[in-house]
T-cell receptor, first 113, second 114 residues
């Protein structure tokens, strides 16, 4: 069974607009963590944001926020005021129970001028 | 503070050859991981380690071995390379604290098996 599902293979957004990248997860473990990573064309993996399953508030890091809806098992990434440099692949990931991290298949975001 | 480094950055192997990928981190992290990334499949965990001297299997461990003799190093070995192991390999280390966790990735190693 797919643990992390990213249903949007590609997304387009205009510069300065906000965009939401979807992520749903599947786990029966009450303790888990959710992550978002950015992978630009250069290939490196850049950590963006983390949300713990017990966190009451949605995580925010600058222009990034994680819309955590526990009952729906979703952890969408919201990027506000998109910039051209935001064009990249974005991966959602989950750590459950032990120390393994499971990744989704990614969403390619293209920001146009 | 170099973060996570990987050696080599690129390698070409013939089927049946062996090689070792080296991952090093200078952040004193307990947890280290090896992933492979293939087109359209995201990152898949090969092996991981929760501390010096310990290793565990991930999603796709077959054909790989690992060792964590020193806390700062995590080695990934291919004993007999196969074309199916052509991929980009990422190493990562992580800090797990109270209500916070961060994984730091290395720059990746591109491996081509002919």
């Amino acid at each position: 069974a797919q643990k992390i599902t990213q249903t949007q293979p590609g997304m387009f957004v205009q510069e300065k607009e906000a965009v939401t990248l979807d992520c749903t997860y599947d786990t029966s473990d009450p303790s888990y963590g959710l992550f978002w990573y950015k992978q630009p064309s250069s290939g490196e993996m850049i950590f963006l944001i983390y949300q713990g399953s017990y966190d009451q508030q949605n995580a925010t890091e600058g222009r990034y926020s994680l819309n955590f809806q526990k009952a729906r098992k979703s952890a969408n990434l919201v990027i506000s005021a998109s910039q051209l440099g935001d064009s990249a692949m974005y991966f959602c990931a989950m750590r459950e129970g032990g120390k393994k991290l499971v990744f989704g298949t990614g969403t390619r975001l293209l920001v146009s001028p | 503070n170099a973060g996570v480094t990987q050696t080599p950055k690129f390698r070409v192997l013939k089927t049946g050859q062996s090689m070792t990928l080296l991952c090093a981190q200078d952040m004193n992290h307990e947890y280290m991981y090896w992933y492979r990334q293939d087109p359209g499949m995201g990152l898949r965990l090969i092996h991981y380690s929760v501390g010096e001297g310990t290793t565990a299997k991930g999603e796709v461990p077959d054909g790989y071995n690992v060792s964590r003799l020193k806390k700062q190093n995590f080695l990934l070995g291919l004993e007999s390379a196969a074309p199916s192991q052509t991929s980009v390999y990422f190493c990562a280390s992580s800090y797990i604290g109270v209500n916070q966790e961060t994984q730091y990735f290395g720059p990746g190693t591109r491996l081509l098996v002919l």
